[in-house]
Nanobody
Framework: YIQLKESGGGSVQAGGSLRLSCAIS?????MAWFRQAPGEERAFLGS???????DYDDSIMGRSTLHKDAPNNILHLQLENLRPEDTGTYYC???????????????????WGPGTHVTVSS
């Protein structure tokens, strides 16, 4: 069983930045961040596998960076130039398998953190 715990959420004005962190209890093959906006389904943001390969959703491409602090087993998501539409609950996810066709989907991940909320005001 892999445990995950997110931190770093909060309130920020549009144009600001945040760094979200996910503490992971084990070494999964794949880790990812998802966002769930109010009234919407959970949506993929970015993933990182053990080879260092990353995928980013278009909604955050160019203004976000995934980075793993390997010695401490923490996955960071740095978000820049935040927009009101970035508001939502951010979830960290992980799995021991990492098939490419599932990497961008909720169904591709077995383990989830409880989430951390981000509010971006205009």
């Amino acid at each position: 069983y892999i445990q995950l715990k997110e931190s770093g959420g909060g309130s920020v004005q549009a144009g600001g930045s945040l760094r979200l962190s996910c503490a992971i209890s084990d070494e999964p093959a794949c880790m990812a961040w998802f966002r769930q906006a109010p009234g919407e389904e959970r949506a993929f943001l970015g993933s990182l596998d053990n080879d260092g390969a990353t995928d980013y959703d278009d909604s955050i491409m160019g203004r976000s960076t995934l980075h793993k602090d390997a010695p401490n087993n923490i996955l960071h998501l740095q978000l820049e130039n935040l927009r009101p539409e970035d508001t939502g609950t951010y979830y960290c996810a992980a799995d021991r398998q990492c098939p490419k066709y599932l990497r961008l989907q909720v169904a591709g991940y077995t383990y989830w953190g409880p989430g951390t909320h981000v509010t971006v005001s205009s």
